[in-house]
């Protein structure tokens, strides 16, 4: 199946800083990438949908000031959380959807990033 | 908002053991699929139902899907300690997947 990686896995940074993660779709062009926050023992809650050369469309209750999102290539998303605090701690999933989607919406999934804020 | 909920919320059970876990969604569905996830990993796809079919096997796993009770349920027979994992089901109401509350399972060496 098609490979879809984050960077950085992991990353624990201070109250108030940025902090940016990348989702790469590695072997097929992705129209569309999904960004999921993941609490501890819950499951996953989709934040956005991001379209490449477009703006991204948040869900209700994220703030798109606070997680920016550019999908400026077909290959490369980027989440960017800005004024970082503890209660953004969570795992984020990113998840990419290629170009000619099956009658499923076939979506692949990344490793995943951990983010703990001090 | 979650589109559905799975139950057992956890579940321990002894290798060699089958595990089942139910799912419910709430709106129409064209397919319902399950995945898997390690602690703190990624998620694996593990099978696809279509919303025409009612059963689907593939290895260990059996998918049943009733579209008219919106349940769907995941039996994995003789489990094996690398098992062990949250499995979730998963639905599309638009492009996105919505997933369930997830199941925890623990499988005893």
């Known amino acids: 199946g098609a490979v879809v990686s984050q960077h950085p896995s992991r990353v624990i940074c201070k109250s108030g800083t940025s902090v940016k993660i990348e989702c790469r779709s590695l072997?097929?062009?992705?129209?569309?990438m999904f960004w999921y926050r993941q609490f501890p023992k819950q499951s996953l809650m989709l934040m956005a949908t991001?379209?490449?050369?477009?703006?991204?469309?948040?869900e209700q209750g994220v703030e798109k000031d606070k997680f920016l999102i550019n999908h400026a290539s077909l290959t490369l998303s980027t989440l960017t959380v800005t004024s970082a605090h503890p209660e953004d701690s969570s795992f984020y999933i990113c998840?990419?959807?290629?170009?000619?989607?099956?009658?499923?919406?076939?979506?692949?999934f990344g490793p995943g990033t951990r983010l703990t804020v001090l | 908002s979650q589109q559905g909920e799975e139950d057992p919320q956890a579940l321990s059970i002894q290798e060699g053991e089958n595990a089942t876990m139910n799912c419910s969604y709430k709106?129409?569905?064209?397919?319902l699929q399950w995945y898997r996830q390690n602690s703190g990993r990624g998620l694996v796809h593990l099978i696809l139902?279509?919303?025409?079919?009612r059963e689907k096997h593939s290895g260990r796993l059996r998918v049943t899907l009733d579209t008219s009770k919106k349940s769907s349920s995941l039996l994995i027979t003789a489990s094996r300690a690398a098992d062990t994992a949250s499995y979730f089901c998963?639905?599309?109401?638009?492009?996105?997947?919505?997933f369930g509350s997830g199941t925890r399972l623990q499988v005893q060496p």
């Open positions: 139902i279509r919303s025409n079919e």
């Open positions: 709106t129409s569905i064209n397919n």
């Open positions: 072997d097929f062009q992705a129209t569309t």
């Open positions: 998840s990419a959807q290629g170009l000619a989607p099956s009658s499923y919406n076939e979506q692949f």
């Open positions: 998963a639905t599309a109401p638009g492009r996105a997947l919505t």
């Open positions: 991001s379209n490449e050369g477009s703006k991204a469309t948040y």
